[in-house]
């Protein structure tokens, strides 16, 4: 009988969540192995031109020695960065986050997982190699993968004729075309703010009757009251948030019906202060609309928009991106067979997971977007990664009678002077 080669840990996903867990696995003395295009999506469905939303001290993967951060990288590098008011490009930080992939976990496998199922108390994997093994864990940290939401009425058009923002690393393609983004979120504005940059005509339609935006970070000197009443935190600012981002734990332990209106609420469709120029003036949008109908009309898109005095418009352009965000479901999960599936307790789709990541199914977890609605929406951004990393690592060290790890505090974004000018270009 042939013998399939057993480890203890696989990690699905090379993503900043994966890569985060693997290094702290790697420190803990842990025996797994990790799959996945080490940072796959950020390099081939971000745009290039892209800037991150959080701020430099909130973009660090989690490093179990603390001595990898995003501003340490830079500084050595001489690559521009502040823990504040200087926007990340997604260039720079994709470099970082390769450079803490090739130095912490080297062993990233450039394979897909194409199947997972039970076998014999642990799971068995197929990869895209044709290699079959078994582990006696899965972490699960696939991101955004699978998980775009679009609207219903988009599916009734040719492919070609729509797609995701999700879908382009690269948006000069449609330079000379007219483009309708919907959604009136980061990914939204940024996504019409680049297409015009790159000479396409981009209109924005967004249901909200206005914009929200984040506000320019203060780099007024606060006095003690006003640091405690609105805190700063990775997240932002606020006393909510501070909990937020301090106590996932305790979010934990909220009732089911709190977590998820909370996750819904918090943080919402936004842009960042520094792409108002870039929108206003430059982008026709739609505020209080949207979608009607959509037709596909001699090789383009009639698109039908109503607003909120029920006036229908009509729309005529060559292409349609929706950038209407995600929504984690465990059903899109292209290598989970329904035996798995069928085990797993679930909240609309989303996994019930322990206070370990864990799941109802034994020794699978699941992390990022999919442990929002159990840790908060810390989870939804790269700042969850240390919460996250350290916390599945000490469980698994456990199971596996290991000793406790040590894993270094991740960093804060602390009231304290803006620039490092030493770390800025």
């Keep these: 009988m042939h013998c ?28 797994f192995r990790i799959f996945g295009s080490p940072m796959r999506r950020w390099l081939s469905q971000m745009p290039k031109s892209m800037l991150l939303k959080s701020e430099g001290c909130a973009s660090s993967l989690a490093d179990p020695e603390g001595r990898f951060s995003l501003g340490h990288y830079c500084l050595k590098e001489g690559l521009p960065y502040s823990d504040y008011a200087k926007p990340i490009s997604r260039e720079v930080f ?20 194409t199947e997972v199922s039970r076998a014999d108390g642990g799971f068995q994997l197929r990869l895209s190699s044709d290699e079959t093994l078994r582990s006696r864990n899965i972490i699960v940290a696939t991101g955004l993968d699978h998980m775009a939401q679009s609207p219903e009425e988009l599916a009734r058009l040719p492919s070609e004729l729509w ?37 396409a005509a981009p209109s924005l339609i967004v249901r909200a009757p206005a914009l929200a935006w984040n506000p320019i970070p203060s780099t007024e000197r606060r006095s003690a009251y006003e640091r405690l009443r609105r805190p700063r935190t990775r ?18 332990y909220l009732p089911r019906e709190a977590r998820h209106s909370i996750v819904a609420t ?59 965000g995600y929504r984690f479901d465990l059903r899109l999960l292209p290598f989970f067979g329904e035996s798995i599936k069928s085990q797993l307790h679930h909240e609309n789709q989303i996994p019930k997971l322990s206070a370990h990541f864990e799941s109802s199914v034994q020794g ?23 919460y996250t990393a350290s916390r599945i690592a000490t469980q698994i060290a456990k199971k596996q009678g290991l000793p406790a790890p040590r894993f270094a505090t991740p960093g804060k974004c602390e009231e304290r002077k803006y620039f490092d000018e030493k770390a800025v270009a």
């Design 4 to 31: 399939l080669r057993q480890v203890d840990v696989c990690v699905i996903g090379a993503g900043p969540y994966g890569l985060s867990v693997a290094a702290h696995l790697q420190s803990a003395g842990t025996d």
């Design 94 to 113: 994709a470099s970082y986050a390769l450079a803490f992939q090739r130095k912490l976990v080297p062993q990233t496998e450039d394979v897909r997982v």
């Design 163 to 199: 797609s995701h923002s999700s879908d382009y690393s690269d948006l000069s393609a449609f330079k000379g075309k007219s483009i309708a983004v919907i959604g009136g979120g980061q990914s939204g504005l940024e996504t019409a703010a680049i297409l015009g940059e790159e000479g």
């Design 235 to 252: 997240l932002g600012r606020g006393l909510k948030l501070w909990v937020y981002d301090n106590y996932p734990l305790l979010f934990h």
């Design 266 to 324: 918090t943080l919402g469709p936004a842009g960042t202060y520094w792409l108002k120029d870039r929108i206003y003036g430059q982008v026709p949008i739609y505020l209080g609309h949207e979608i009607h109908a959509v037709e596909a009309r001699g090789g383009r898109v009639s698109l039908r928009i109503i607003g909120h005095n029920e006036q229908i418009k009509e729309l005529i352009v060559d292409h349609v991106i929706a950038s209407t």
């Design 364 to 386: 699978l977890y699941f992390t990022g977007l999919a442990s929002a609605a159990s840790f908060g929406p810390l989870m939804r951004f790269i700042a969850g990664t240390g």
